[in-house]
RNA sequence: GAGCCAGCA
């Protein structure tokens, strides 16, 4: 929760009753200074507990490795790796995992593949998750049927293919506009027997809404509401944006109260949205008179 | 008791 004040107490606290730190409670403290961003402090704890001969795991490497990426320091994260696996640390698959996402998320698939391939050297076992993240990898890069390539490659290599695997292409294929091929993966998915999740049918309600297919993407939503998967801020989001896309005010305001009866509070991208078509409507005194409200609420608008 | 992957302006 990013609650850092409190953690110090906490920590002053421990110290106070004579408790020790151990390895999972310092990792724990590392990951969340780099989840906030503060490679820095997560580096000091890290010397600190060496200090105090509690030695870093995998668990601790990971949480600095994800911070690392999380920056885009991939030159930092790549020679940290490469250190810990020269020292002749075990270097698990879940250490490449989070670099290779790391370059994924930058669109670096060379840096992306040439990790994989150092992974088949060291004879470690590529996961599902590091194939998900290779896909991921050329998914962004647009090269769709690279990422279909490793979808067969991983029933090749006795892997399941994850929801997340399919949702990922998915939505790809509706960033390339190519609804169809969402929806053949969608298939495709069921046929496996891969339960879809709420992210899934988001993803199928972009597509559709893309297509201007709104009732049908309104269908989508009647029946997860069904099958028991609660939708969330970004499934209604998606769908306000799909009813933005085509300037119906009047629908996007419906699902926005469909929202709050959900008991789901509305985020900034919520009002974005809807601030955002009321001013292309031209309604720009009813823009501000909701933005008035919802400052007058005190609502969070970033 | 702790670590890796997918969706919204």
């Avoid at 050329?138 to 490793?150: D, P, Q, Y």
């Avoid at 046929?191 to 989508?220: F, H, W």
């Avoid at 926005?256 to 991208?269: A, C, F, K, R």
């Amino acid at each position: 929760k990013g609650q850092i004040g409190e953690v110090h107490q906490l920590l002053d606290e421990i110290e106070a009753i004579g408790l020790h730190m151990d390895l999972v409670a310092y990792s724990i403290l590392i990951h969340g200074y780099c989840k906030l961003g503060e490679i820095e402090r997560a580096l000091q704890v890290c010397q600190m507990m060496c200090s105090k001969q509690v030695m870093p795991n995998s668990f601790t490497h990971g949480a600095i490795l994800s911070g690392l990426c999380k920056k885009g320091m991939l030159e930092e994260a790549r020679w940290y790796l490469d250190n810990l696996a020269s020292n002749g640390q075990m270097v698990d698959i879940i250490l490449y995992n989070i670099v290779i996402d790391g370059y994924a998320k930058i669109g670096d698939v060379d840096g992306a593949l040439e990790l994989y391939e150092q992974i088949l050297k060291l004879g470690l076992s590529p996961t599902i998750v590091t194939y998900n993240t290779l896909i991921f990898a050329f998914c962004k890069i647009g090269k769709l049927t690279v990422a279909e390539h490793f979808l067969r490659q991983i029933e090749l290599n006795g892997l399941n293919p994850t929801v997340v695997t399919y949702t990922t292409l998915m939505d790809a294929f509706v960033g390339a506009g190519n609804t169809d091929s969402m929806l053949r993966m969608f298939d495709e998915m069921i046929e496996k027997a891969t339960m879809p999740n709420v992210i899934t049918y988001s993803v199928v309600m972009k597509g559709l809404c893309k297509q201007g297919r709104l009732q049908k993407a309104i269908d989508i939503l009647k029946y997860m509401h069904m099958a028991g998967i609660c939708a969330d801020q970004i499934t209604y989001n998606t769908l306000i944006q799909g009813f933005c896309e085509v300037r119906n005010i009047e629908m996007a305001f419906r699902i926005h109260d469909e929202m709050l009866q959900h008991n789901l509070m509305p985020t900034p991208v919520t009002y974005n949205l809807l601030i955002n078509i009321l001013c292309l409507k031209g309604k720009v005194d009813y823009a501000e008179q909701f933005l008035n409200s919802l400052l007058d609420k005190g609502v969070r608008l970033r």
